[in-house]
């Protein structure tokens, strides 16, 4: 029986790739993907537990600003302000979320990483961010705990790895601000060996099916990364996650050696 259905499967492929229906039904390549991810990002949101700490779900206003009372209730609630943390933000622009955590945060140990081309997208961003936008200089912060790595994620955080500190058995705070999905899943794949469990991974535009979202999807469930929900506004456009399982002994892959 399985043999049988594993030949009509293989017959069927072959049929369909001998027809090559993108010849004449490749025009419905994008809305399908984008259809199936608003389903799947509808279906997670369902599942979030209403008993989340900071949830403005379902509000018909989107204020860019609450972010910050997001962050203001992740430090409280976590007791941020004061423990050493690694703050690692991947999206930087000109600064606005990377200063707000750097001023929310006393301890001498705490770093604050912050990754950006410093010169734009490197790709569109959908339809409404053009390759280029959102270019600023590198933020000047009078602050030694802060350090900026300048270029595409995919060039410097390679290297980044192979040099730095992020073996530290400090809580990390990963801040994904980077819009695009190409550059989140890598950036998150490539910071997965270091994630602990009680690490927080920030979104900014979670609720974007094609990006933030399909790239936290495809992340968790390649490396095997579980999280809960901790906090989210402007129906999960910024969210707060905390890391409740990893793959055993990831992290010491690199601080044992
Ligand atoms: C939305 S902005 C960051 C906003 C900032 N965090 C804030 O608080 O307003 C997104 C940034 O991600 C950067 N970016 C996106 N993909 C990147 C990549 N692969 N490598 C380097 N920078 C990238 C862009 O240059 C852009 O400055």
Redesign the pocket.
């Known amino acids: 029986m399985k043999n049988l259905l594993l030949k009509s499967i293989a017959l069927l492929k072959n049929v369909i790739f001998l027809i090559r229906p993108n010849l004449f039904l490749g025009f419905l390549r994008s809305p399908s993907l984008f259809f199936s991810n608003v389903l799947s990002l509808t279906k997670w949101i369902s599942e979030q537990s209403k008993d989340v700490i900071f949830n403005d779900y379902f509000t018909f206003k989107r204020d860019y600003l609450k972010r910050y009372k997001l962050y203001e209730n992740i430090v409280a609630k976590n007791n941020l302000s004061t423990e050493a943390i690694d703050y690692i933000?991947?999206?930087?622009?000109?600064?606005?979320?990377?200063k707000?955590w750097v001023n929310s945060n006393s301890n001498p140990s705490s770093k604050f990483y912050g990754?950006?081309?410093?010169?734009?997208?490197?790709?569109d961003w959908g339809f409404t961010y053009d390759k280029g936008e959102?270019?600023?200089p590198i933020p000047k912060i009078n602050d030694l705990r802060a350090e900026f790595v300048k270029?595409?994620?995919?060039?410097?955080v390679p290297d980044f790895i192979t040099n730095h500190k992020l073996k530290s058995e400090k809580k990390k705070i990963i801040?994904c601000?980077?819009?695009?999905f190409?550059?989140t899943l890598?950036?998150l794949s490539m910071i997965s060996p270091f994630i602990q469990v009680g690490d927080i991974i920030l979104f900014?535009?979670f609720n974007v099916p094609n990006h933030e979202f399909l790239a936290y999807e495809i992340f968790t469930r390649t490396f095997y990364v579980k999280t809960k929900l901790i906090g989210a506004v402007n129906n999960y456009y910024q969210v707060a996650m905390v890391v409740t399982e990893v793959p055993k002994n990831s992290l010491n892959l690199f601080t044992l050696s």
């Open positions: 933000e991947f999206g930087v622009s000109d600064g606005s979320s990377f707000w990754f950006d081309t410093f010169e734009g997208l490197p790709e959102m270019s600023a270029g595409l994620f995919q060039k410097t801040h601000d980077a819009d695009l190409s550059s890598y950036a900014d535009e």
